[in-house]
């Protein structure tokens, strides 16, 4: 199993990134999947969900501003994040929560 994000970066507030998770090893279409973060000296945090079935659910201080979404066809899940703001500095992580299995993790650094 392989998850590999990309996208991640330095951005000035109210900026917006992209984060891809590519998936391999794994039945992509039909495992739900999260993104997670965590910043410095805090404990890692689911960010946003989605199922098989696209259905999703967010943290509270992400709705409205970010979006997850995945394509089957590619074997990968999106995170659109827009307004961004300083707090959201983290490093970023995908996961299957079908499998359990952990990408690398992308840095999201956010400058005010």
């Known amino acids: 199993v392989q998850l590999v994000e990309s996208g991640g970066g330095l951005v000035q507030a109210g900026g917006s990134l992209r984060l891809s998770c590519a998936a391999s090893?794994?039945?992509?279409?039909?495992?739900?999947m999260g993104w997670y973060r965590q910043a410095p000296g805090k404990p890692r945090g689911m960010v946003a969900f989605i199922t098989s079935t696209s259905n999703t659910d967010y943290l509270d201080s992400v709705k409205g501003r970010f979006t997850v979404s995945r394509d089957n066809a590619k074997n990968t899940m999106y995170l659109q994040m827009n307004s961004l703001k300083p707090e959201d500095t983290a490093v970023y992580y995908c996961?299957?929560?079908?499998?359990?299995?952990w990408g690398q993790g992308t840095q999201v650094t956010v400058s005010s």
């Open positions: 090893g794994i039945a992509f279409s039909t495992n739900a």
């Open positions: 996961r299957s929560e079908t499998s359990g299995d």
